[in-house]
């Protein structure tokens, strides 16, 4: 079993980190990027969540239904879009549907905005209704560690507009887990801050929180560790 040196910068990196307005990004955050696919080699993905990602759409049998509209962007690019908005739409629009600079999951590589196959694609605002296609798309995406992150009842809480098109990896068994549990990425990450000495269990898993202090931890392969991009860490033990 090796051991690994938790450090201040580990906070901000993981499947589980949050980053909206009260926690946004850091500038050190990294993310390794690949393409989603040939045909659309410009919209960039996290390399472990687009394996995953692929899995649903091959499992669902999509063809051309659903297409990507937008991945990972660079805080310039998040900027341009915002401003752009502003213009366009107006604040109010662009303040409900656009995240600021360094306030977007777009920005950490973990996050996708999927469309119908339309003659006419927003940008901002995709059509990915739930029925059909796009709701198989949910529900098996949730197996595979996706979230649907901004939903309507949710909104008080997230700062954003219901996205039905925006759709962020977790990992599982998270994403089964806040489903379950009918709760928002805000209202998970305070859920497990109950569980320090005694572990939540889910299925065959163990998750449990450590508040933030340098020290070295012993890890295995049945062992994952997020940031969770406030105050410390969230542990994933699969139990064998």
Request: glycine share 4%.
């Amino acid at each position: 079993m090796k051991t690994y040196l938790l450090k201040e910068e580990d906070v901000h990196k993981g499947n589980l980190i949050l980053v909206n307005k009260n926690y946004p990004l850091k500038e050190n955050s990294k993310v390794e990027l690949e393409s989603f696919n040939e045909e659309y080699e410009n919209i960039l993905f996290s390399r472990s969540a687009n394996t995953f990602l692929q899995f649903v759409l091959k499992e669902i049998k999509v063809t051309n239904q659903i297409v990507p509209v937008s991945g990972y962007r660079t805080k310039e690019e998040q900027e341009q879009i915002f401003e752009d908005s502003i213009k366009e739409n107006g604040e109010e629009f662009t303040y409900q549907y656009v995240a600021t600079p360094n306030a977007s999951e777009h920005q950490i590589g973990l996050a996708i905005d999927l469309g119908l196959n339309l003659d006419v694609i927003d940008f901002i605002r995709p059509s990915f209704p739930h029925f059909g296609i796009c709701n198989e798309f949910r529900e098996t995406a949730l197996k595979y560690g996706f979230i649907e992150r901004y939903m309507k009842e949710k909104e008080q809480i997230t700062g954003i507009s219901a996205e039905e098109w925006h759709f962020r990896y977790v990992g599982y068994p998270h994403s089964e887990i806040m489903k379950v549990y009918n709760l928002c990425l805000e209202e998970y990450i305070e859920f497990l801050k109950q569980y320090q000495e005694n572990p939540f269990v889910y299925q065959n898993y163990e998750i449990c929180y450590l508040p933030y202090q340098e020290k070295e931890i012993e890890l295995d392969k049945n062992i994952q560790i997020s940031g969770n991009n406030v105050d410390g860490f969230i542990i994933t033990k699969e139990i064998r």
